[in-house]
């Protein structure tokens, strides 16, 4: 009996190998929503250094230049230390130009080093971060790993078959589905963490907290519909929806991006709505347009293969011929 038990270890954990074996194998780790999701995320951190000025990103403190951190290992590297006594405007300059080179989508496996760098150097290294340059840090390092195998010029191509792998290949094949896996899960939790975040806090659970965020002094409502938005978030059913909509709304996409097909593309879809209203409430275009290419990345499979599919039942039927899913 005993000599039974010893002998069914591996046969019970060969189902499960065999499930991942495969699942890495059949990974497609040439996405153009991928590819979407990376410029998307570069051109709101280029938006950045082309919009505000380096006194604004370095803030003076008591009439002298604000000092930039540089402690080893991680802040050392960021291109603000490294060429510390550089003007930072022209090292804007440079970041700017370097973002709008992956924002192009030329040569994925190699641009994603560039834009980790260029991430660390914004968010390590600037006086007024926000939590968009913290989650552009950790999604552009998945990214470095989810592009190991993408072989295309640019990222807009179309995937190609994988055909026969090599080791380097078999390695570079499991390291994109490590680093997709990545960007999945992180982009998950940070949605879910803020959906949780915010129960215990009186205003969100009370379902108050958008009537006081329009009107908060330095970061309300804002343009031209900032009236409206006060007037509306002033109604009882409307402040309600709002506030727990948007607890509702960040739970949907933690779930949804951790599950297949179909659902991962309503996780983009609920996190593009969620962001162009906050964008149109209250601003911080760059944070919300960050968080939307995140889950784009983290959601790029799902939008590969499923995508097309959904976007069939709203276009005529003479269209159905263009939107076909990738090639495996």
């Given at each position: 009996m005993s000599a039974k038990r010893i002998g069914a270890g591996p046969v019970l954990l060969s189902g499960p190998v065999r499930r991942l074996e495969r699942s890495v194998r059949h990974f497609q780790a040439e996405s153009r929503a991928l590819?979407?999701?990376?410029?998307?995320?570069?051109?709101?951190?280029?938006?950045?250094?082309?919009?505000?000025?380096?006194?604004?990103?370095?803030?003076?403190?008591?009439?002298?230049?604000?000092?930039?951190?540089?402690?080893?290992?991680?802040q050392s590297i960021s291109l603000y230390c490294l060429a510390e006594s550089t003007d930072r405007q022209l090292l804007n300059v440079v970041l700017l130009l370097l973002l709008l080179i992956v924002a192009s989508g030329i040569l994925p496996r190699f641009t994603t080093v560039l834009h980790f760098w260029a991430s660390l150097s914004i968010g390590q290294s600037i006086s007024l971060p926000d939590g968009g340059d913290a989650v552009a840090q950790v999604v552009t390092f998945f990214l470095i790993l989810a592009c190991a195998n993408d072989r295309r010029t640019w990222h807009w191509q179309r995937p190609r078959d994988a055909g026969p792998m090599g080791s380097a290949g078999q390695i570079r094949q499991g390291l994109a589905w490590a680093g997709w896996w990545g960007v999945r899960l992180q982009v998950a939790y940070v949605y879910l963490n803020s959906a949780l975040a915010k129960l215990p806090v009186g205003p969100w659970s009370e379902g108050s907290a958008t009537y006081y965020v329009a009107r908060?002094?330095?970061?309300?409502?804002?343009?031209?519909?900032?009236?409206?938005?006060?007037?509306?978030?002033?109604?009882?059913?409307?402040?309600?929806?709002?506030?727990?909509?948007?607890?509702?709304?960040?739970?949907?996409?933690?779930?949804?991006?951790?599950?297949?097909?179909?659902?991962?593309?309503?996780?983009?879809?609920?996190?593009?709505?969620?962001?162009?209203?906050?964008?149109?409430?209250?601003?911080?275009?760059?944070?919300?347009?960050?968080?939307?290419?995140?889950?784009?990345?983290?959601?790029?499979?799902?939008?590969?293969?499923?995508?097309?599919?959904?976007?069939?039942?709203?276009?005529?039927?003479?269209?159905?011929?263009?939107?076909?899913?990738?090639?495996?």
């Open positions: 590819g979407t999701g990376r410029t998307i995320i570069a051109l709101a951190q280029a938006s950045i250094l082309l919009l505000t000025p380096a006194s604004y990103l370095f803030v003076p403190v008591g009439g002298a230049e604000t000092e930039v951190s540089c402690t080893p290992p991680v908060m002094e330095n970061f309300g409502a804002a343009g031209l519909l900032a009236e409206l938005f006060r007037w509306a978030t002033g109604i009882m059913v409307v402040a309600l929806l709002s506030t727990w909509g948007t607890i509702l709304a960040e739970t949907l996409i933690a779930v949804f991006l951790v599950q297949r097909g179909s659902r991962q593309v309503w996780a983009a879809l609920i996190s593009a709505s969620l962001h162009v209203l906050i964008i149109i409430q209250i601003g911080i275009v760059s944070f919300g347009l960050i968080m939307v290419g995140a889950v784009i990345c983290a959601a790029s499979r799902g939008i590969d293969t499923q995508g097309p599919s959904l976007l069939r039942r709203f276009l005529p039927s003479e269209d159905h011929h263009r939107l076909r899913p990738p090639r495996h």
